[in-house]
């Protein structure tokens, strides 16, 4: 999610304010909740794993633990994904690919993201490869030293090197497409 602009126009800070003031509109209870979250993102699958998935994403975000996301959380979550620099993006992305914190990406961590990635873009493209063909060409092209597993290190380069990388580890969710909708709603 988010490696690279995940939208179609450059968000300026008025309109990245903007929809901090449409949040205060949308949740007037101050907080964004994990179902509210998935509406927003577009997660439309009843998936176990997307959902698992999401839920760590939504996780990633609630730095206070609190199971919800404030104003403040909230602030900071768009930015990243919508201005953030690429290594602070790509930095997140590994965070979330590495659910069991050892600062490793095996093949079945990656292969596991790329199947939950494309549940998604399956409803709004055509793949022509499989996930096992994307995770071999993937590990080709990031794993520098060849041992298998891919660190936060040979991630970032990787990804910063090859645009096609890039894309088979993003999450084209388009949040903007929400957050632009709304900002029209009177």
């Known amino acids: 999610m988010g ?3 995940s939208h179609d126009v450059e968000m300026d800070l008025a309109e990245v304010q903007e929809m901090c003031i449409i949040f205060m509109k ?3 209870s101050g907080v964004l909740h994990l179902h509210e979250f998935k509406r ?15 839920e760590t994403i939504f996780h990633s975000f609630n730095t206070n633990q609190d199971n919800a996301l404030d104003l403040m959380e909230y602030a900071e979550a768009l930015h990243l994904v919508l201005r953030g620099n690429l290594e602070d993006r790509l930095k997140w992305s590994f965070k979330i690919y590495d659910k069991d914190r050892n600062g490793k990406l095996d093949r079945h961590k990656v292969e596991q993201i790329i199947r939950i990635i494309y549940s998604i873009k399956l409803q709004r493209e055509e793949i022509k490869m499989t996930p096992n063909e994307v995770c071999d060409r993937i ?4 794993d520098l030293n060849h041992n298998g597993r891919i660190s936060l290190e040979e991630f970032i380069e990787g990804s910063q090197k090859d645009p096609w990388v890039t894309d088979q580890l993003k999450l084209d969710i388009t949040p903007c497409g929400w957050f632009l909708n709304s900002k029209t709603k009177p």
């Open 3 to 5: 490696q690279e602009e």
């Open 26 to 28: 949308e949740c007037p």
């Open 40 to 54: 927003i993102f577009g997660v439309l699958s009843s998936s176990e794993e997307e959902s698992m998935y999401f």
């Open 139 to 142: 590990f080709e092209l990031v």
